[in-house]
């Protein structure tokens, strides 16, 4: 998709970025519906389009990809049965010829990485999503393409940990500048299963600093705790908010209008600590003490639910659950809701995240009421023109539900402006610039 941002339709400065040379961009997800690392990863691939600069995207097999000009994708398969199978699945699943060489690689995936799937699984204590199996074939293409572009600067991000050490290992031995992104602290809370494997994190995470111009944390307390982790390469290790494509234009004030009918819209799924319980035992409390602009609500979730409580839900007369849509699909449907619901988990490992959905969200400039559990993601919604709440405290939700709604009836010309996101064009500038002298 070659959709343009505001920004860049109205010409703003691309100009330092296009001029520098091609850049090797390693993600194992691109392409692929419904997955978080694979949007993110394609949002950035489109600034890097949209700026002119020559990339070459390595990738996984099982991701969905189209060449254009500037941007030339190549897939890798894994050497692992299991992502073998998972690669195929997704293939047939987007409607793609499974290519000859997949077919012919099969053996080889059955044989030694059935023994590879089977090491690994004894290392992690179950079947690890580092996607280690890629390692071993999408290290030598990248040094491949790496040396045939004449490629500086390496940019991994992730999902899979696996293509962050790609990149730390081709630096190493070919050169050049590297740059990890994570999506996910490789060391927070519930990342790891077990000492072995938190003691492998914590040496690839210094590793990888060490390697880097630039590490990236998408949260200023990941960030934080990194650094901490890894005091001799501090200056390395900053936090940056991603930001998101602009898919749709943002919602104006005068648009919003005065509606008879709040629709409190999440998209996503609904599992585990991430449900909203106490959300609606705040707003049946909001009916019980006669607060008439709770009768108005109507909550709708796009996509998935798998909560226990799923049947309470869809008893409610103000609760709706609807098939999940395509992402664009998704925030042209978000665009009539009165207000779009963030829920993080109860657990700490809401407290180094930010759920991407959320830049997504702040693109819409609609309000956003957030059940959440992350001081850094409170003060971003606040900031926005949005309420937030602890996620598990009835009495904040059930303030900050009494204060959403009191805004959303305000008449258009008191409305309050909400804000836009972060821009990604912007923050992801502030990684490919930064310039040390490293490399």
């Known amino acids: 998709m070659t959709q343009k941002t505001p920004e860049a339709s109205r010409g703003m400065a691309y100009q330092n970025l296009a001029q520098v040379n091609s850049l090797l961009f390693i993600s194992f997800f691109t392409g692929i519906r419904g997955n978080c690392p694979a949007e993110w990863a394609d949002d950035k691939i489109r600034v890097l389009e949209a700026a002119g600069r020559e990339t070459v995207v390595l990738t996984g097999m099982g991701s969905h990809v189209t060449n254009r000009p500037g941007v030339h994708y190549v897939r890798v398969p894994s050497l692992s049965w299991n992502d073998y199978k998972e690669e195929v699945k997704e293939l047939k699943a987007g409607e793609e010829t499974v290519p000859l060489g997949m077919h012919l690689f099969k053996p080889f995936a059955f044989v030694f990485g059935n023994v590879i799937d089977y090491v690994l699984r004894k290392v992690t204590k179950g079947v690890s999503a580092g996607r280690w199996s890629w390692l071993i074939t999408a290290l030598p293409v990248a040094s491949w393409f790496k040396l045939r572009h004449g490629v500086r600067d390496v940019f991994c991000t992730g999902g899979p940990t696996s293509s962050h050490v790609v990149g730390g290992a081709l630096v190493r031995l070919t050169g050049g500048r590297l740059f990890c992104e994570f999506q996910d602290p490789l060391l927070g809370a519930t990342m790891t299963r077990s000492s072995m494997t938190r003691c492998i994190s914590a040496r690839i995470e210094a590793w990888l600093a060490e390697r880097s111009t630039r590490v990236v944390y998408v949260t200023q307390e990941a960030a934080r705790l990194a650094r901490e982790r890894n005091p001799e390469h501090a200056q390395q290790i900053v936090g940056i908010y991603p930001g998101a494509w602009q898919f749709v234009p943002p919602v104006s004030p005068g648009e919003r209008g005065k509606a008879e009918v709040f629709e409190f819209l ?114 971003m919604i606040e900031s926005s023109g949005g309420h937030a709440a602890q996620v598990d405290s009835i009495e904040a939700i059930t303030r900050a539900l009494r204060a959403c709604l009191s805004d959303l009836d305000a008449v258009p010309e008191v409305q309050r402006e909400v804000a836009c996101g972060p821009n990604i064009s912007r923050q992801f500038l502030q990684v490919l610039e930064c310039d040390d002298g490293r490399g």
């Open 266 to 379: 999440h998209l996503g799924t609904l599992y585990g600590s991430r449900n909203l319980d106490l959300f609606f035992d705040a707003l049946d409390v909001l009916h019980e003490e006669g607060f008439d602009l709770a009768r108005a609500v109507r909550i709708v979730n796009l996509g998935a639910v798998y909560c226990e409580t799923a049947p309470r839900y869809l008893a409610r007369h103000d609760f709706q659950s609807l098939d999940a849509l395509d992402r664009v699909e998704a925030l042209r449907r978000a665009r009539r809701a009165s207000c779009l619901m963030l829920v993080q988990h109860k657990d700490e490992r809401s407290k180094e995240t930010i759920p991407y959905k959320t830049y997504d969200y702040l693109n819409l400039g609609l309000p956003v009421f957030g059940l959440i559990n992350n001081d850094e993601l409170r003060a």
